[in-house]
């Protein structure tokens, strides 16, 4: 069985940039003698989190019921209500977002200045969604948006405002092409300024899965069943015809992959080096 890497995976510029973060909340919190925190997990990888947990992070969802202490924000960013909420009860904030997911907070609340709606293509409920949509113009006044998943959500957003149209930055790749399409025929009575676009590195890595599907028959994906990103690499595989295995893990690497030719190795943008390297390893023994 012959194993192909792709050209580009595992961690992005932003997760590199939250981790760095993390280790300077852990040593703030230790300088100051108070406990350190993550908002929720700081990026979609169980063993990363665990071994920052081993060091001292502890994960929480919010300030009430803690003693204040040093809190990291996450890469995908929070809402600025959840940013106040810790300000108010006397936390430090460690700002783990991801420098491209900021970019597009800042845009957001720009628009809202100058009147527009902002629609945001995005996956409800993801995290980077509820820190787009949680834009305010001042404490407790949010920019006025519609999160749109599906071209039917289109109808929600309201009649004759100028658009500013933002997109999540691990959106999928063929979704997007339908909902920029939808959005240009249903809107051509108004102004509508695209304010950004998938993020480089996650199409980098996606362009990577779609050359690996050139050449093999199946190909094992790394990452957590939360990444959004992951699920997204394991999508464009199958759609290319692939057979698709999902992993954490090289624990869940099975024996069925010895009936492939050629099997191709990629991973989510919070898969760490290790783990990588470790389901590397197992492949090319197999
Ligand atoms: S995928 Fe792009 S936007 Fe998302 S965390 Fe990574 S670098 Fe930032």
Request: charged share 20%; glycine share 8%; aromatic share 4%.
């Amino acid at each position: 069985m012959k194993v192909l890497k792709a050209t580009t995976m595992g961690f992005c510029n932003g997760v590199s940039f939250a981790i760095g973060q993390v280790d300077s909340c852990l040593a703030l919190a230790a300088e100051r003698g108070v406990p350190a925190y993550s908002y929720g997990a700081f990026i979609h990888n169980q063993q990363v989190m665990e071994a920052f947990e081993r060091k001292g992070l502890r994960i929480i969802d919010g300030p009430e019921g803690h003693a204040p202490g040093c809190v990291v924000i996450r890469a995908h960013g929070v809402s600025d209500a959840v940013r106040r909420a810790f300000n108010s009860a006397g936390f430090i904030l460690v700002d783990g977002t991801c420098p491209t997911v900021a970019r597009s907070q800042r845009m957001i609340r720009k628009a809202g200045m100058e009147g527009l709606h902002v629609v945001i293509i995005s996956l409800h409920g993801h995290h980077e969604t509820l820190a787009l949509a949680g834009c305010e113009l001042q404490p407790g006044r949010v920019v006025p948006s519609t999160v749109v998943e599906r071209p039917e959500d289109l109808e929600r957003v309201p009649d004759g405002v100028p658009l500013l149209v933002m997109i999540q930055t691990t959106f999928p790749e063929a979704e997007s092409k339908v909902m920029y399409a939808a959005i240009a025929s249903r809107f051509q009575d108004r102004k509508v300024v695209v304010g950004n676009r998938i993020c480089p590195s996650s199409t980098v890595r996606r362009n990577a899965v779609v050359r690996l599907c050139e050449f093999c028959d199946a190909v094992v994906v790394v990452g957590s069943p939360q990444s959004a990103n992951t699920q997204a690499l394991g999508k464009i595989a199958e759609n290319r015809g692939a057979a698709v295995y999902m992993i954490e893990t090289v624990d869940e690497l099975t024996d069925e992959l010895r009936r492939y030719r050629c099997v191709g190795l990629t991973a989510g943008a919070s898969s760490p080096e290790d783990v990588i390297g470790a389901v590397e390893d197992r492949l090319n023994r197999m």
